[in-house]
């Protein structure tokens, strides 16, 4: 019977021994969800709309939208992109396909695309396990980037051709010049009528 139990107690002590310890996994991306966004140097100016160029955008469904997101870009944390990753993705794919006809052009289509795959690379990056913040700020600058590209290349769109502005300087011109032909005409009445001679 001793020997039983000291074979019992020998069992269930190699036993305990052999478990294993169960380790409980922390989640690596606790140490950065917390961080900002910061846009590197390599960020560009950003660029206004013009006036005709936001008039003729006025209807395009979800471009606030990604604007908001855009502008929001730098104050986010990389928690928030991973929680909200699926909304920006979806947006951005709105304003890819509800872009009006009257709108695009192939640059526009271009610059859309490289939004959208640019705002996938961001949310991908900062949804990985083990986060690369330099990454991640990176990509979310070459976003931005895009963005601004985006902005430009509305305002080519809409921009007026030299002809345009060519034709506006002539009609200008013209009407400076019957403005002037005409207060020259009534300076020389004025000095006719006082007797003056007129060179």
Known sequence: MKRFLVLFIVSVLGLSACQE?????????????????????TR???????PVAQQAIKGWENFPEL???INALDTVNISYLRAN????????SLVQTKVR???????????????FSKVNTVIQEASKIEVDTAAVNKEATEFYN?????KLQINLK???????????????????????????TRRDSLLRANRVPVN
């Open 158 to 184: 809409f921009q007026k051709s030299i002809d345009e502005l060519l034709e506006e300087y002539e009609i200008e011109a013209d009407s400076l010049s019957a403005v002037r032909d005409s207060t020259q």
């Open 85 to 92: 990753g699926e909304e920006w993705i979806s947006n951005m």
């Open 101 to 115: 006809d009257s709108i695009a052009n192939n640059a526009m289509h271009s610059r859309l695309t490289v939004l």
């Open 21 to 41: 310890k169960k380790v409980k996994a922390v989640d690596p991306r606790l140490a950065t969800d917390t961080l900002k966004i910061h846009f590197q140097p």
């Open 44 to 50: 560009k100016a950003e660029v206004t709309l013009t």
């Open 67 to 69: 604007e908001a997101q």
């Open 146 to 150: 895009a963005f601004q590209n985006l």
